[in-house]
Nanobody, 124 residues
């Protein structure tokens, strides 16, 4: 399984931007589909964005379409989440996830590896 470490979270004013990064260990990163999820206390962990192993396919939750962009650099074993026009409702802990296989996955149960999360807080 991949070992994942997120970074890039923080405190930002509404309308601002952040870029999350997720560095993966191992030599098979290009064989994994990747996803970003977020979770508020007491709530379900929901998919934010997902990307196939070759970047050909991406998925976005309706709430972030047009504002967030997922991308990956297989040479650097890293997946990114560029978040623009952040709003207070985007405040959550954001998790990176990996699953072996080519297609982008949308369900939490489909992912086998998880990072520990990074906090994103947006204030108005």
């Amino acid at each position: 399984q991949a070992q994942l470490v997120e970074s890039g979270g923080g405190l930002v004013q509404a309308g601002g931007s952040l870029r999350l990064s997720c560095a993966a260990s191992g030599r098979s990163f290009s064989s994994y589909a990747m996803g970003w999820f977020r979770q508020a206390p007491g709530k379900e962990r929901d998919v934010v964005a997902a990307i196939s192993w070759d970047s050909d396919n991406t998925y976005y939750a309706d709430s972030v379409k047009g504002r967030f962009t997922i991308s990956r650099d297989n040479a650097k074993n890293t997946v990114y989440l560029q978040m623009n026009n952040l709003q207070p409702e985007d405040t959550d802990v954001y998790y990176c996830a990996a699953t072996y296989g080519e297609y982008a996955r949308l369900q939490q149960v489909e992912y086998s590896s998880w990072g520990e999360g990074t906090q994103v807080t947006v204030y108005s």
